[in-house]
């Protein structure tokens, strides 16, 4: 499980490039990671995270106060899982758990 972090966020790239080198199967917190090689997320959708700030945003512009606005804690998370991956380290994903996948990336 690779913790999120800026910095392995940053080094995506890199750090799937090594799990696959030594197979080694990993789970991160978000898609990005998955579409770049990554065997499988589970965290909050960025998309989402951006779509809530817009809403924020828009109401600051129309003049509420930022200190009166709720503080919001992540509403959708999603599981997302790269059987391109999957297959290159020679595992099988479950069935189960590929029905109730957000995403999947062949």
Do not use: C, W
Not at 28 to 41: K, N, P, Q, T
């Amino acid at each position: 499980m690779v913790p999120p972090d800026p910095i392995f966020f940053t080094a995506r790239q890199q750090v799937v490039e090594l799990a696959t080198k030594h197979r080694l199967p990993s789970i991160f917190h978000a898609r990005e990671i998955v579409e770049v090689g990554g065997l499988m997320s589970y965290g909050v959708s960025l998309d989402d995270q951006f779509r809530r700030a817009a809403a924020y945003v828009d109401k600051i512009l129309k003049g509420a106060s930022p200190g009166d606005l709720p503080i919001e804690q992540a509403a959708k998370l999603e599981l997302v899982v790269n059987l391109k991956t999957a297959k290159a380290l020679g595992l099988t994903i479950p069935q189960t758990l590929l029905l109730r996948a957000d995403g999947v990336i062949e």
